[in-house]
């Protein structure tokens, strides 16, 4: 085993010093975007209209256009479109780099108010023009503030035709790496006066490590209104809330259901799946979608919206899925036409018929065809419904597919359904008693679709995922009476790292008054809202999450892994103490705080806004007489002022710079890491200026 390791390593370094030889990059062969079996099913299942095959290919071998998404709920989100718009596009327009004249972004027709944009400029032309590199740079700023999202066109489709609104619960099935779920979070914040919407995001995938990437994306916007849980989206837990003191069950307003995908509509990005795609990949994937979308639709509230979506442009992962839920829904579930709500995308309509081939390519029109050695492979559920009259009432044309040579996107199929009626195996929905673990045993067995005989699509007895059997579920009585009785059911396994618990702090607990005095809160703080990461020792950060997070966090801790929620609000400071606070504001929950905040504001002007971007260590006297004489007013100010300490060791983190500064400052952004021009500036000073940034 050594041996052979030794071997491959010495030939492995002289291939490799003869690629570095022959140049950089050499070593590589280029990848040929060429796939016979994929042209070959695609003609066949005629999804692209007639005379436009060739243009269909053409586009999947060209390279995905850079995409970006200015947040929308920022109040700083048009301020920032307009300097796109007015400062760095106009000036690209009539650029030409190395004899070529560079192509300006364009807006996504179909994304409202121009928050969107595309371009097809590479990194090598970025670099090769300062007025280029300098553009780049400002999109690399704004994006690690949250304030632009680099984003795929397609990805952008599904949370707009959810239709949020602030106080929608909405579920995200599989949610990594968080691009979508960053979209919900900004619909619920659509009015950045309201702190705490009404609504949650609640972000789940099964991929403990890709959890991370998720969080990182929500953790730029600063909401307290998300959670990341790590559950496998086919047997996600049915969760419970506190309403009118009793337990009930958590229906979602919205479940957007991005599924596991064969993507092949991404071909123009990821270009492995050109040597890597076959249709055994889409047959794979089937089962487990419609298990993703029939738990999905179990967990969707009555008069809810449930958007399905996949990157693929394979029928047996798009329409088959659609097709199959609507059976199993026996009226319950109704495809809407969705057409409207996003005027000037491009988009093909849903198709009726369809087959399958192996991928050996051999084809089967109907399951009857199927020989028996294929029905492992091979499902009922794959081919379209036989009953014409069924197949004509589910009106699959009203499901969309996006095909790359339309707009210049990826390809990318989504419907949207709406839930008119609880689902068959639900329509006597349980009365839920006293106790919580009755309460949850019978709600979980209402949802559960029955076995269906022969299909293994619908989770069964056995089935690792079983909801009818609860992760948790309690002793039965007769057991605890020592009469023997059924043995208990396994526990949910939770695997990846470990997290640090989620502990509430009580009204009376004792960090609440030093805090309350020191920035003189309001009366309608909502103290039972602030939660820590420790139940002993010292709390070293303080974060929030809304009042409905808290119901869901408090009545589920042990049925669902939280990786993260909240946004913190307060970090510890032992500096701060001789003050008589030792917690100092954290930048990202300054939106959270503002409101409640009565005391250690300090409202400052534009040109003070401007020393503190471009000084590092700016000192009081630097301040307008104004600013100045509100610092004065503070304790911890007085006590610094006669040894000339610069403002970011006055402040200790422990006051609010605030400004209103829309239309008034012309200081160019790129020449100051982190500037913000915006209606509104905060900024919470720290122990460094830059900590905010």
Known sequence: MGR?????????G???????????????????????????????????????????????????????????????AKEILHTLKEKYFKEIQDLEVDGQKIEAPQALSWYPDELAWHTNMSRKILRKSPLLEKFHQFLVSETESGNIS???????IPPLLLKIEPQHKILDMCAAPGSKTAQLIEMLHADMDVPFPEGFVIANDVDNKRCYLLVHQAKRLNSPCIMVVNHDASCIPRLLVEQNSKKDILFYDRVLCDVPCSGDGTMRKNIDVWKK?????????HGLQLRIAVRGVEQLAV????????????????????????????????????????PGLKYMPGITSWKLMTKEGQWYSD??????????????????????????SMKLERCMRILPHHQNTGGFFVAVLVKKAPMPWNRRQPKLRNKEATSFSEGAQAEEPPAEEGDGETPTEGHPCNSNAPENPPEPEAKKDGVCGPPPSKKM????????????????????????????????????????????????????????????????SERMKVINTGVKVWSRNNDGEQFGCAFRLAQEGIYTLYPYIRARVINISVEDVKILLTEENPFLSRLGDDAHAQAKKLESVRHWLVSGEPLHCVLLGQCLCFSSLYGQCELDWTDVQGYRQSEDYAYGSSTSLNAGF
């Not at 449930?306 to 442009?313: G, I």
């Not at 559920?381 to 036989?386: A, D, S, V």
Request: glycine share 6%; with cysteine.
């Open 493 to 556: 396994k939770l695997f990846g790292f470990k997290e640090d618990p989620f502990v509430f702090l009580t009204e009376d607990d004792p960090v609440f008054p030093p805090i309350q005095a020191f920035y003189d809160l309001s009366p309608d703080f909502p103290k039972l809202n602030v939660l820590t990461r420790t139940h002993e020792g010292k709390k070293r950060h303080l974060y929030m999450v809304s009042k409905e997070l808290r119901n869901v966090l408090l009545n589920n």
């Open 14 to 76: 002289a291939e490799g010093k003869r690629s570095r030889d022959a140049g950089w990059g050499a070593g590589y062969a280029d990848i040929v975007k060429e796939n016979k079996l994929f042209e070959h099913y695609y003609q066949e299942l005629k999804i692209v209209p007639e005379g436009e095959f060739e243009q269909f290919m053409e586009a999947m071998r060209e390279p995905l256009p850079a995409t970006i998404r200015i947040t929308g709920y920022k109040s700083h």
């Open 367 to 392: 399951w009857s065809e199927v020989p028996t050695s294929r029905h492992t492979q091979i499902r009922p559920t794959m081919f379209p419904p036989t009953d014409q009259e069924k197949l004509l």
């Open 277 to 285: 795609w076959t249709t055994s990949n889409s047959l794979h994937l």
């Open 303 to 342: 008069g809810g919206r449930m958007v399905y979506s996949t990157c693929s442009l394979n029928p047996v992962e798009d329409e088959a899925v659609i097709a199959s839920l609507l059976e199993k829904s026996e009226g319950a579930l109704e495809l809407v036409d969705a057409s409207a709500d996003l």
């Open 150 to 156: 680099r984003q795929e066109a397609v990805s952008m």
């Open 4 to 12: 052979r390791n030794r071997n491959r390593q010495r030939d492995g």
